[in-house]
């Protein structure tokens, strides 16, 4: 069974910065995605960030130059960095690994989610 376990949410004011971690335990193949992922009050969850097990990034374009996402594949941990941080930046954020199985598929496991809330 995968567990994923987030920590580092909180209240900050817009410009500071904050960095969540997500920690993932269980069974877990090398071909992998891990990623960030938030829900504002009213809106559909969107992806923020992911990051593949080789490497690979891709950033929503409304974070890019601001967050930075990096794991580190021995710990199976991923972090997001928030720097410049928005009122509109304020959601649940959500820690997601996606597993890849060849000839089956994916599957999705989430966190349990930590509030992120950006005061003007």
């Known amino acids: 069974q995968v567990q994923l376990v987030e920590s580092g949410g909180g209240l900050v004011q817009a410009g500071g910065s904050l960095r969540l971690s997500c920690a993932a335990s269980?069974?877990?193949?090398?071909?992998?995605?891990m990623g960030w992922y938030r829900q504002a009050p009213g809106k559909q969850r969107e992806l923020v960030a992911s990051i593949t097990s080789g490497g690979g990034i891709n950033y929503a374009d409304s974070v890019k130059g601001r967050f930075t996402i990096s794991r580190d594949n021995a710990k199976n941990t991923v972090y997001l960095q928030m720097n410049s941080l928005k009122p509109e930046d304020t959601a649940v954020y959500y820690c997601n690994l996606r597993i890849w199985t060849i000839g089956i598929g994916y599957r999705d496991y989430w966190g349990q989610g930590t509030q992120v809330a950006v005061s003007s």
């Open positions: 269980g069974s877990i193949s090398n071909m992998n995605v």
